[in-house]
């Protein structure tokens, strides 16, 4: 999740973008879901990144990826903050 330092129009809609440029440039990256926040309360954060991967290993090349590295940059220039959760999901 990441919070904007600045939450405009113009910079929700360049922090979106560099998320979606995400989808298909990384090959073992399975799924990519970007949201907006709607109730814009004092708790919330602006934005959320949700991705998938089959395996750990996947998401430990999925940060020093080159594709990924750019968008890093224009986030954390559009960003006051993030939270993270890694996690499996259960296996039916």
């Given at each position: 999740?990441?919070?904007?330092?600045?939450?405009?129009?113009?910079?929700?809609?360049?922090?979106?973008?560099?998320?979606?440029?995400l989808?298909?440039?990384?090959?073992?990256?399975?799924?990519?879901?970007?949201?907006?926040?709607?109730?814009?309360?004092?708790?919330?954060?602006?934005?959320?990144?949700?991705?998938?991967?089959?395996?750990?290993?996947?998401?430990?090349?999925y940060?020093?990826?080159?594709?990924?590295?750019?968008?890093?940059?224009?986030?954390?220039?559009?960003?006051?903050?993030?939270?993270?959760?890694?996690?499996?999901?259960?296996?039916?």
């Open positions: 999740m990441f919070k904007l330092l600045d939450k405009n129009k113009i910079n929700i809609e360049k922090a979106v973008n560099a998320l979606k440029s989808k298909g440039n990384i090959d073992f990256l399975r799924s990519v879901e970007i949201g907006v926040d709607i109730t814009e309360s004092d708790r919330s954060y602006d934005i959320i990144l949700t991705t998938e991967f089959d395996n750990q290993e996947d998401l430990n090349k940060g020093p990826h080159p594709n990924h590295l750019p968008v890093v940059k224009i986030i954390k220039s559009l960003c006051s903050g993030s939270i993270v959760v890694d996690y499996e999901m259960p296996k039916h």
